[in-house]
Nanobody
Framework: QVQLVESGGGLVQPGGSLRLSCAASGSIFRVYDMGWHRQAPGKERELVASITRGDSTNYADSVKGRFTISRDNAKNTVYLQMNSLQPEDTAVYYC??????????????WGQGTRVTVSS
């Protein structure tokens, strides 16, 4: 019953910016760690950034200094601000969250993904 829905993907030129959003909804008691992964064609899915409920963050080396992950606990939403985008950032970006439901069941959830294409 819990769902994650991403938005904000699209086509952007190199050097441009994009902001991704992911909102969790449903019978939620509490959202713990949240994160963003991406999968480029021919590559394995990789962690881009993660954030704890207390706003402790972790980034892949390839995006440090360019991407910023943040969250709004009141809205059960996580964001990924992407600046100085490069063609190598082209991928489908997936939102992930560790969620405890109102039935006291805790599970990992994944969004359907939002496509980001960086091209001139």
């Amino acid at each position: 019953q819990v769902q994650l829905v991403e938005s904000g993907g699209g086509l952007v030129q190199p050097g441009g910016s994009l902001r991704l959003s992911c909102a969790a909804s449903g019978s939620i008691f509490r959202v713990y760690d949240m994160g963003w992964h991406r999968q480029a064609p021919g590559k394995e899915r990789e962690l881009v950034a993660s954030i704890t409920r207390g706003d402790s963050t972790n980034y892949a080396d390839s995006v440090k200094g360019r991407f910023t992950i943040s969250r709004d606990n009141a809205k059960n939403t996580v964001y990924l601000q992407m600046n100085s985008l490069q063609p190598e950032d082209t991928a489908v970006y997936y939102c992930n969250a560790d969620i405890e439901s109102r039935l006291w069941s805790r599970n990992d959830y994944w969004g359907q993904g939002t496509r980001v294409t960086v091209s001139s």
